[in-house]
């Protein structure tokens, strides 16, 4: 069995260990008529199509800046990033074995038997965050009156935002997806029209505490999907240097041993293999990796330009509150 831990220590450019696994997957899969491994080789053939060809991620960058323009407008008190990222390799490969795993699992507690490999690989058509943009906000402190709270403000913003957003893109050639996704209670922030295509993590947490709204939308021009997600600065630090990131990397790694603990080795091939290609990705130590644009003196401190570990930026935005010195009156 291979797996992209064998193709990390080369020095080559992620497109080139890209091109090698997927080649070398696709020809092993044909080999062993392996038609999970045939899927997964195709998967990552979607990574390197977005790594390719950016002349569609050109077109879609401009159309959802539009949306940017909009807020400098309407919004000009708020400060706010727009950012956009292709999933790195190593999240990507992560979350496609731990698709893998999860289905599997959940299919044994539930029936006592192994799904078919027809049945995983339907499973694995789900993936809609290989390009991603987020949009964070932040109000200014000099803009909340006494005794006011602040966070209820950005949060009353951010459902502001939310509800404006499906149909103004939907304008731009997208389509907003229906998310499947059950509020535990009534989100009466969102707007009726638009509740169904939001994952609302702002009024429903995660058990890790992380808070966000995801939207994901098919682009009708560049005929793919991508995910919107939207936070307060609060609850993107949270998210990415607070305990909902710690807490987030711990639990996945428990939950990963506890499936282990009930499917044991030699019970189901295409487990093993996921929870083994999964194990050494989590297991990895990236000051030793040799990718071209990467380096890390730890697992903590990396400076990762190619998209290895922290995922390739496509659209960087800021924009600056224009009056932060003026006051509440």
């Known amino acids: ?70 807020m400098t407008q ?65 109000l200014p402190v000099c803009h909340v009156s006494c005794g006011d709270d602040l966070e209820a403000q950005e949060i009353d913003f951010l459902y502001d935002i939310a509800n404006v957003l499906p149909e103004f893109l939907e304008e731009r050639g997208f389509t907003p997806e229906l998310s499947g996704y059950q509020d535990e209670g009534d989100t009466s922030e969102l707007d009726e029209n638009v509740r169904l295509y939001y994952r609302d993590y702002v009024q429903n947490p995660r058990p890790s505490g992380y808070r966000s709204m995801h939207i994901t939308l098919y682009d009708n021009q560049a005929r793919c999907y991508t995910e919107m997600q939207l936070r307060t ?39 093993d293999e996921a929870y083994e290609r999964l194990i050494k990705l989590q297991e990895l130590d990236l000051s030793q990796v040799n990718v071209n644009m990467f380096k890390a003196y730890n697992n903590q401190l990396i400076n990762d330009g190619c998209g290895l570990f922290r995922g390739r930026q496509i659209l960087p935005f800021e924009h600056l509150s224009r009056f932060q010195y003026d006051e509440i009156r």
């Open 233 to 271: 600065k609060t609850m993107d630090d949270y998210a990415e240097i607070g305990e909902a990131n710690h807490f987030g990397y711990e639990k996945s790694q428990e939950e990963n041993r506890s499936k282990r603990d009930i499917i044991l080795p030699g019970e189901c091939r295409i487990f």
């Open 1 to 70: 069995m291979i797996s992209l831990n064998d193709y990390l220590y080369s020095g080559d450019t992620v497109l080139k260990i890209l091109l090698k696994y997927s080649s070398d997957l696709r020809n092993e899969a044909i080999g062993t008529h392996n038609s999970i491994d045939l899927a997964h080789s195709n998967f990552l053939v979607q990574i390197i199509e977005l790594l390719e060809h950016t002349d569609f991620l050109t077109s879609q960058s401009n159309r959802i800046k539009d949306f940017y323009h909009y």
């Open 74 to 138: 309407k919004y000009p008190f708020l400060a706010f990033t727009f950012k956009g990222r292709i999933k790195s390799l190593i999240r990507a490969e992560e979350k496609f074995n731990g698709y893998i795993l999860e289905y599997i699992y959940n299919y044994y507690k539930e029936n006592g038997s192994f799904p078919s490999e027809a049945q995983i690989k339907t499973n694995l058509n789900c993936f809609r965050d290989l390009i991603a943009y987020r949009i964070v906000i932040s």
